[in-house]
């Protein structure tokens, strides 16, 4: 685990979709609500899609899942 900001995460797209396997899941946790749907569209590009999200406060955790 660790804090790594939108930006960072964004930029590694293409890196994560090539290292998890089909099906594989991904969980990034302490998303701002703002960067939220920044991070879903980007990873759509890749077919890295959120299967799952949890809220408290204005944080999110969101499980995605290569398709």
């Not at 890749?46 to 899942?65: A, C, E, K």
């Amino acid at each position: 685990l660790a804090n790594i900001n939108r930006h960072i995460l964004v930029e590694s797209a293409s890196e994560i979709y090539r290292i998890l396997k089909p099906k594989g899941q991904l969980l990034v946790s302490g998303i701002l609500l703002p960067d939220a749907e920044i991070l879903r569209q980007e990873y759509a590009h890749f077919h890295i899609l959120p299967t799952r999200s949890v809220q408290i406060d204005d944080w999110l955790g969101i499980y995605f899942q290569k398709q």
